[in-house]
């Protein structure tokens, strides 16, 4: 099935965004803290069920599919058209923004796979020698910061995705420059004179 740009840019859009709401679901579910229940030399937390560790890996697969349509979305020969990677990588627009694009969807994916991992660590972990333990949780916060960032690493990929669409277009309107522009003799950029 062949993708057009407005299909790739819904893709991209939906993943990101699906990945911004789980992100921040999972930051306005987290508890406070658990509860402590203490017992002969050890106390064990109680948390109450939530579902803040699934909604933060869901947030994080959804990020990465976005990341993973986002990247294949530039490159995508759309039309049966491609342009060469190199042909890209010229123009500094798009470049800045991949780059930029890449280093959010990198702190996006740190911030919402950090809470999460230590959250579960929490729930599985949750028995404590330490008698004056307080039963915490994640760091408050930081899932809602990934998802912020999941959401402008989806945007960036979008803009960087606009900036492609240029390129492609600069490069086909080289291109059909060159055609139109047979040389007669080496090196001369004029169209050849049709014999009668």
């Given at each position: 099935m062949a993708f057009t740009v407005k299909q790739m840019s819904l893709i991209v859009a939906t993943f990101g965004i699906l990945s911004f709401v789980f992100g921040l679901i999972a930051e306005n579910k987290k508890p406070a803290s658990g509860t402590p229940i203490t017992g002969k030399d050890t106390v064990i937390c109680k948390y109450p069920s939530d579902l803040t560790v699934p909604l933060g890996y869901l947030s994080t697969v959804f990020l990465a599919f976005s990341t993973f349509a986002g990247w294949y979305s530039l490159f995508y020969p759309y039309q049966?058209?491609?342009?060469?990677?190199?042909?890209?990588?010229?123009?500094?627009?798009?470049?800045?923004?991949?780059?930029?694009?890449?280093?959010?969807?990198?702190?996006?994916?740190?911030?919402?796979?950090?809470?999460?991992?230590?959250?579960?660590?929490h729930h599985t972990r949750n028995v404590h020698h330490n008698m004056e333990t307080d039963c915490p949780t994640a760091k408050t916060g930081i899932l809602g910061g990934g998802a912020f960032l999941s959401l402008d690493s989806c945007l960036f990929w979008l803009v960087a995705l606009m900036l492609a669409g240029n390129v492609r277009?600069?490069?086909?309107?080289?291109?059909?420059?060159?055609?139109?522009?047979?040389?007669?003799?080496?090196?001369?950029?004029e169209p050849l004179k049709e014999s009668v």
């Open positions: 049966g058209k491609s342009v060469p990677q190199a042909a890209f990588f010229q123009n500094r627009g798009f470049l800045i923004f991949v780059n930029v694009a890449v280093a959010t969807t990198g702190l996006a994916a740190t911030f919402l796979l950090w809470p999460t991992i230590q959250e579960q660590l277009a600069d490069f086909f309107d080289e291109s059909s420059d060159e055609t139109e522009k047979t040389p007669d003799t080496y090196g001369s950029g």
